[in-house]
């Protein structure tokens, strides 16, 4: 995991409510991603970021949004407008061609 | 469209014989391939890479994969398996610097 941190490690959510994921690096790396993971499936892309002030979406944008204000930083919002968001979320940083994942935060919606 | 397959969602084996678990890629061309795990409950880790260089890769943890272009394949293999490998792998092939496909998974349990 080193270097990616992701903050709360269990996040529990009523219906209805936004919520924010943390995700921080040290790693002095320009790109940076979400992805989603739910049971049996492989990860799939939500946002990405490859500069300061600049994201694209992914795959399964619906429902999310983020910002990149500083390149440490790439917090996920995950809105009321999400239809089924808990799963297990993982961010990434890259270097080269290799992507690098923090430890990532898992989503109850109650 | 490209992407990957893992070939066993579920690989049993018993402590200190091989382990083998099956990748096959579609691509039109010879992608980067790369092997990561996951233990429960944690994020993904690098294992191992391919990026056209030697086809035989080693990876930490005494891993190893073999890219072979003829039959579009890219298996992850140990030789002798330890109670600390079971965990979640995943095959996957970059399609570009933002564009990576992941395989469903192959979960891996290790008996005594």
């Known amino acids: 995991d080193g270097g990616i941190t992701q903050s709360p490690k269990y996040l529990f959510r009523k219906e209805g409510q936004n919520v924010t994921l943390s995700c921080e690096q040290n790693?002095?790396?320009?790109?940076m991603y979400w992805y989603r993971q739910d049971p049996g499936q492989g990860l799939r892309l939500i946002y990405y970021s490859q500069i300061v002030n600049d994201f694209q979406k992914g795959d399964i944008a619906e429902g999310y949004s983020v910002s990149r204000e500083k390149k440490e930083s790439f917090p996920l919002t995950v809105t009321s407008a999400q239809k089924n968001p808990t799963a297990f979320y993982l961010c990434?940083?890259?270097?080269?061609?290799?992507?690098?994942f923090g430890p990532g935060t898992r989503l109850t919606v109650l | 469209a490209q992407s990957v397959t893992q070939l066993d969602s579920h690989v049993s084996v018993s402590e200190g014989t091989p382990v083998l678990l099956r990748c096959n890629y579609s691509?039109?061309?010879?992608?980067?391939l790369f092997w990561y795990v996951q233990h429960p409950n944690k994020g993904l880790q690098l294992l191992l890479k391919y990026t056209s260089a030697a086809t035989l890769v080693k990876g930490i943890n005494g891993f190893e994969a073999e890219f072979k272009k003829s039959e579009t394949s890219f298996h992850l293999t140990k030789p002798s398996a330890h109670m600390s490998d079971a965990a979640e792998y995943f095959c996957v092939v970059s399609l570009g610097d933002n564009d990576m496909r992941f395989g469903a998974g192959t979960r891996l349990t290790v008996k005594p």
């Open positions: 691509s039109s061309y010879s992608p980067s």
């Open positions: 790693l002095n790396h320009d790109a």
């Open positions: 990434a940083s890259r270097r080269g061609n290799t992507q690098y």
